[in-house]
């Protein structure tokens, strides 16, 4: 059974998020957090505390089963668009630029491995 954790609000842009979630997409836990433990980018501490929170999801979705972090993997991981907040910027000849602050909401769904035996 699979377990989802969602962080809201982030003042991060969408698209520094997404560049670290395609890191982790697909890999096993364990790997995941090895990746973002000696990841430089700022939203690897982000991902890394959805990450954690998705994994204790699925630990008390599945009270009786005790995995360890490389029995677990990244299912899906996808980062959406939030609100913006509107700023403006003085600019010449008494004119404004407006600046958008982005933010985005990080969703990381995990689950177990299913090991197929191929003949």
Same mark, same amino acid.
């Given at each position: +059974? ?5 962080? #809201? ?6 698209? =520094? ?24 980018? %700022?939203?690897? #501490?982000?991902? +890394?505390? /959805?990450?954690? %929170?998705?994994?204790?999801?699925? %630990? ?32 010449? +000849? ?7 602050? #982005? %933010? ?13 035996? /191929? =003949?």
């Amino acid at each position: +059974m699979q377990a989802k954790a969602i962080l #809201r609000h982030t003042p991060t842009s969408p698209r =520094k998020m997404r560049l670290v979630a395609g890191l982790v997409r697909g890999k096993r836990v364990d790997q995941a957090k090895a990746i973002l433990h000696n990841s430089t980018k %700022s939203a690897s #501490r982000n991902v +890394m505390v /959805t990450l954690k %929170s998705a994994v204790a999801n699925w %630990s008390q979705l599945n009270p009786d089963e005790r995995l360890n972090d490389n029995e677990l993997f990244v299912k899906a991981i996808f980062v959406d668009e939030g609100p913006s907040l509107k700023r403006l910027l003085p600019a010449p +000849m008494g004119r404004a630029y407006r600046i958008r602050k #982005r %933010s985005n909401h990080l969703t990381i769904v995990v689950d177990k491995v299913e090991n197929k035996v /191929t =003949k």
